[in-house]
């Protein structure tokens, strides 16, 4: 249990889907924190401490001790501070919910990311194939408002990019990957989900993500 | 809480290094359970009911309810059975014991298994530097008996086929991996933990798992 006198540091980069992950589970939490901002691929020496192995974000550092692994650092929160539970209490529903977070890590993350880097359009529609193929799979698992049930849970803060990096995808590129006629109830929780006030509060400002990925996405088409 | 009316079965095939995991924590919890074999490539009908979305094994069923992934059925065990803890009680332990758990299927698993099936010998030899880059970040880890301390715990179950698995590929391919020299401390944990009573109990046997590494080595020779 975490005690009145503590000090809570995330380091993170704003944008990075990992790192967002862990800024709604705190605030789902109420948990007051300072958001330490590195620079993509020039981290501080801090950083490097905290992470030796991996050296990259999200850390966690709860009085001076770090924790690294978005969903490793999504356990720590929810065995650390006691209100609104991330994962279920059953030892059953536990299992299944850390099941369909590392499906989502696991199949549909590696898919979006290719879909949004792989300009060559045969192999992206590959990608698209691959990456429609996991949400079919999570729009049969969904059967309420979030997969955590009506509130969100580990699944729903897994899935946070799927909601909202993909729309900027989408927007970039002009493709539709996830719409209402494919995918009826996943489409639905992206949007309540982008909508659920403690997600609200932590997403990166969507203009500035798309103005981003944008011109990263340009100088990726000017190289080719 | 386990109920005294249950059904435990483990779906799995012997000698895969991720049932190996799941024998093991159970023997360590000492709870009765049967062993129903799958055959590789040809899973039965009922494994595939069970794991749809992987198709393959460990699954564990307890009282008709399955659960995949062999991390997951871990948890699972240990939230479900009381005796000998698995995940140590505090939260930042058991950060920690997830993280280096999570780092040894990231980074020592599929080294070692490129170690195993690679034939070519200046790739081979890159493989077995990032393997053994992955054993001295574990070298340095390892301060206790165990990575658990002085009982066996999640990251010793996840590195069970360092223990196991290694010393095979060597006979087999014969190469020195994991000496005593140039890990000394990783050495002995390996040691210990095969002869540890829980873990002994439940190692697939040895003559048979080279053997059978050993006709697959050759075969792969052979279509070379």
């Known amino acids: 249990m975490a005690s009145n006198h503590e000090e809570v540091k995330l380091f993170g980069i704003v944008g990075s889907p990992f790192v967002t992950r862990v ?8 948990v007051q924190y300072k958001f330490v901002e590195e620079k993509w691929k020039s981290f501080s020496d801090t950083l490097i401490k905290y992470n030796p192995v991996y050296k990259k974000v999200p850390v966690l550092v709860h009085n001076e001790k770090p924790i690294s692994e978005s969903l490793v650092i999504i356990e720590y929160i929810d065995e650390t501070w006691t209100p609104n539970s ?32 792989t300009l060559d359009e045969k192999e992206r529609e ?23 049930g009506e509130e969100i849970g580990l699944v729903d803060i897994t899935g946070a990019f799927i909601a909202s990096w993909v729309p900027i995808i989408e927007e970039v590129i002009g493709l539709k990957l996830l719409t209402i006629e494919k995918f009826p109830k996943l489409y639905k929780w992206s949007q309540d989900f982008v909508n659920h006030q403690v997600v609200k509060e932590k997403l990166p400002n969507r203009e500035t993500q798309v103005a981003k990925f944008k011109a990263l996405y340009e100088s990726l088409v000017a190289s080719k």
């Open 86 to 117: 991330i994962l279920p209490s059953d030892p059953y529903k536990r299992a299944l919910a850390r099941f369909w977070s590392k499906f989502i890590d696991d199949k549909s993350f590696s898919a979006v990311q290719k879909v949004a880097f």
């Open 23 to 30: 800024d709604i589970a705190l605030n789902l939490k109420g």
């Open 126 to 148: 590959k990608h698209i194939e691959e990456m429609q193929a996991s949400f079919q799979i999570l729009e049969n698992e969904l059967t309420d408002k979030f997969f955590g």
